[in-house]
């Protein structure tokens, strides 16, 4: 029986999986998230993975991290872990930094040899004195463990070396008290269809959670203390997975068919396979030969009548400006999703930033606007993926999505919601009683133009990119008529700003001082905005979802504060924005361009600074 006294009840915890690309740490966090969501835990995770397709191993370069925080009150993935979990000499030597002061390092002392050590650029044999750790170490040997566990499971060596991350799963189980028959049944379904792969991983499971036990006297075990979750079904889900499912379900509440036409880019790949796999549901997901031709191919879809979608990232997304300006001279409904990644031209692929806002809101030809919208978390993909489509189909528009690979990989608990919270989407088809005499660009009174299906009786039309006439849809150069087209287009997307929800500000009170971000950024802003009110600091807090139109009451908000500081990972897109549209306002501003998230220690920082002064 365990003794009471090792078991330190915290509210969360945070743990991170480090190894080489090969070694699986991607699936043991995944593993860890899943099983904690599935017992009522908040969750929120980061993938931190490295952009080579497999570095020589056991180098810096090669080094996988998988960082997961669990408990109640969990926004982030955590500045610090408090377990590390580093599988070879280069893992602990990139990741060390991220471990508390009174953490644990669980290393794998059999990879941990002299050869081991000049691969990580160790010049001592004792790395850990070398890189200043001042955590407690528990160094386990699990490449032995893993072999004495499968001496008679028939697998080679290299098949056996596969199942190393499950003998670290095995001691997460033991360390925080998980229950190990959800985390075997993960892994049962994870290797259907191979029972040997599956009693294999299961063994090593077992040993690793029994070497905890035989250990349990010199290192301290964790229990969370969770908060009762509302009612319903929970499951683990990350961003992408999220934003496909968002689109399902409005192509459900729309009576539309589900179109994606894409082209494989990172991060938002995801998107394309997990609606590839939809085919029950009536979704036709083609992966085109590029960017043009997945936009273009949706655009068709569109004028065809389905719910029509194209993904992509930046460099995507530049590639794509004119054929966006089609489709907002056709005024067609269509969803563009933008997972940002790190830039210019190809980047950063694996690495998360939020540098696309300029090119999404103005990166076409002409004047083009276009509805633009933000999903703040993996969940939060969800529901602005499904508002996305609302308002392209409702208001006859393309709407850019902007997700980023930091919360497109990452993921979070998600209750499944109940159909029925969420509307019915209404297409603007073209009413029966105008269908005798209606014209291709003829609106309603939100100056959005009807929607005819082809192939329905007296709707014929054409539509393209030569401007047409206001009344007629016929071919037109004439100067006054393009210039109330383009006041029609633009008043159109205007008007979105009476369909969408007013800024919400959190506050613990009156204060002078509004933190303002947009986008993916949310938890690691509401984090710092909660700890500096606890530290008696009044600051109120704004996080954008709705960018072009703003929402209404977005001057009203930001004029109220003597100081507004806007948070966001680039040199200051939304900054400038913010004062283009609003003449005067003084917004001060805290920028990060590293490729990687906020910590939440950098906002406070950021934010103690300007507010002395």
Not at 149 to 154: K, R, T, Y
Not at 488 to 509: C, D, F, M, T
Not at 564 to 584: C, H, M, R, W
Request: hydrophobic share 40%; proline share 5%; net charge negative.
């Amino acid at each position: 029986m365990l003794d009471k006294t090792n078991v330190l009840f915290r509210q969360s915890i945070v743990v991170r999986f480090s190894g080489d690309s090969g070694d699986g740490m991607q699936l043991a966090g995944t593993i860890f998230s899943n099983v904690s969501a599935e017992v009522g835990d908040q969750i929120s995770t980061f993938p931190d993975y490295p952009a080579e397709v497999r570095a020589p191993q056991g180098t810096l370069n090669g080094v996988s991290g998988f960082q997961v925080h669990v408990g109640h009150g969990v926004h982030t993935p955590g500045d610090e872990c408090d377990v590390l979990i580093a599988m070879n000499p280069a893992a602990l030597k990139q990741n060390a930094k991220y471990l508390q002061r009174r953490g644990v390092a669980i290393v794998d002392i059999d990879s941990f040899k002299k050869s081991d050590l000049e691969k990580a650029l160790f010049q001592t044999d004792d790395p850990y004195t070398e890189i200043g750790l001042k955590s407690q170490v528990v160094e386990v040997p699990m490449t032995s463990l893993v072999k004495a566990a499968l001496a008679d499971s028939g697998l080679d060596f290299k098949a056996q070396m596969k199942c190393r991350n499950m003998l670290a799963i095995g001691l997460v189980c033991w360390l925080f008290n998980l229950p190990k028959a959800n985390v075997l049944k993960y892994v049962e379904h994870k290797f259907a269809g191979k029972p040997a792969i599956y009693e294999a991983n299961a063994k090593v499971i077992q040993a690793g959670y029994d070497y905890g036990h035989n250990i349990h006297a010199s290192v301290s075990t964790y229990r969370i203390e969770t908060e009762k979750s509302r009612p319903g079904t929970y499951t683990d889900v990350n961003g992408n997975k999220a934003t496909a499912w968002g689109l399902i379900l409005a192509s459900e509440k729309s009576h539309r068919p589900l179109y994606l036409g894409s082209y494989p880019i990172t991060p938002a790949t995801d998107i394309l396979h997990e609606l590839a796999k939809r085919r029950d549901l009536g979704v036709k997901a083609c992966q085109m030969e590029d960017e043009i031709a997945g936009i273009c191919s949706a655009i068709g879809a569109s004028f065809a009548g389905n719910l029509a979608v194209t993904t992509t990232s930046g460099p995507g997304l530049s590639l794509k400006s004119e054929a966006m300006g089609l489709a907002v001279m056709a005024e067609l409904p269509l969803v563009i999703i933008d997972v940002q990644r790190g830039g210019p031209s190809t980047g950063l692929p694996t690495k998360t930033e939020q540098t696309d806002l300029m090119q999404a809101l103005y990166g076409r030809s002409g004047e083009s606007p276009l509805v633009v919208v933000a999903a703040l978390s993996p969940t939060d993909c969800f529901h602005m993926a499904f508002e996305a489509a609302r308002i392209a189909i409702e208001h006859m528009t393309p709407v850019i999505l902007l997700t980023d690979a930091f919360i497109a990989n990452g993921s979070s608990a998600w209750r499944i919601p109940d159909v029925g919270e969420y509307p019915e989407i209404k297409p603007n088809y073209v009413p029966e009683d105008k269908k005798a005499t209606w014209r291709a660009y003829e609106r309603d009174e939100e100056m959005v133009r009807y929607w005819a299906i082809p192939g329905q009786e007296g709707l014929g039309h054409r539509v393209g990119g030569l401007e047409k006439d206001y009344e007629t849809g016929a071919l037109s150069n004439n100067p006054e008529n393009h210039e109330r087209m383009v006041q029609a287009r633009a008043q159109k997307v205007a008007n979105v700003a009476n369909h969408i929800p007013e800024l919400e500000v959190k506050s613990e009170g009156e204060a002078d001082t509004l933190l303002v971000g947009w986008g993916g950024t949310y938890g690691h802003l509401y984090t710092a905005y909660e700890h500096l009110n606890a530290e008696g600091k009044r600051i109120d807090f704004a996080q954008f979802r709705y960018i072009n139109p703003l929402p209404r009451n977005t001057q009203e908000v930001l004029r109220h504060y003597k100081t507004v500081i806007v948070a966001e990972l680039n040199t200051g897109q939304f900054a400038d924005y913010l004062q283009s549209k609003f003449p005067g306002l003084k917004i001060k501003r805290i920028n990060k361009t590293q490729g990687q998230p906020f910590l939440v220690q950098e906002i406070m920082d950021g934010v103690n600074k300007i507010m002395e002064g």
